[in-house]
C-alpha cells in the first residue's frame, strides 16, 4: 500500500466520489451507506474538535464538551499545526458560505 495518500487509487476513488456529492441529502445517504455510525462519529469529532481548537478552546472543554480523548485532541491538534492546510481550508470556506 502506497505511503502517500496521493498515490493510492482507492483513496482517490472515494474522494472523487465525495466531490460528486451534489446536497446535504445526497451526503447523508451516501455517508450512511459507505460508514457505520460509529465511523461517522468519529470524523465528525475529528472535525468539531479542529474547529475547538482553531477557535482557541481548552483541551479539558474540548473534551466535556465532545468526549473526545486527549490523544485525539492532541492528533487533530498534530494536524492543524503541520498538515496540509485541509481543516483551515474548509472551515474558511463554511465561514465564508455562512455570510451569504
Not at 482507492?10 to 466520489?17: C, D, M, R, S, T
Amino acid at each position: 500500500m502506497p505511503h502517500n495518500i496521493r498515490e493510492d487509487d482507492n483513496i482517490k476513488f472515494l474522494i472523487e466520489a465525495i466531490l460528486e456529492l451534489r446536497s446535504l441529502d445526497e451526503g447523508y445517504d451516501f455517508f450512511e451507506d459507505l460508514c457505520t455510525m460509529t465511523e461517522l462519529k468519529s470524523m465528525s469529532q475529528r472535525l468539531v474538535v479542529a474547529k475547538m481548537l482553531r477557535d482557541k478552546r481548552v483541551y479539558s472543554e474540548i473534551v466535556k464538551d465532545t468526549g473526545a480523548s486527549t490523544a485525539t485532541i492532541s492528533r487533530v491538534n498534530r494536524s492543524l499545526i503541520y498538515g496540509c492546510n485541509g481543516y483551515e481550508e474548509i472551515f474558511n470556506r463554511l465561514a465564508k458560505k455562512s455570510e451569504e
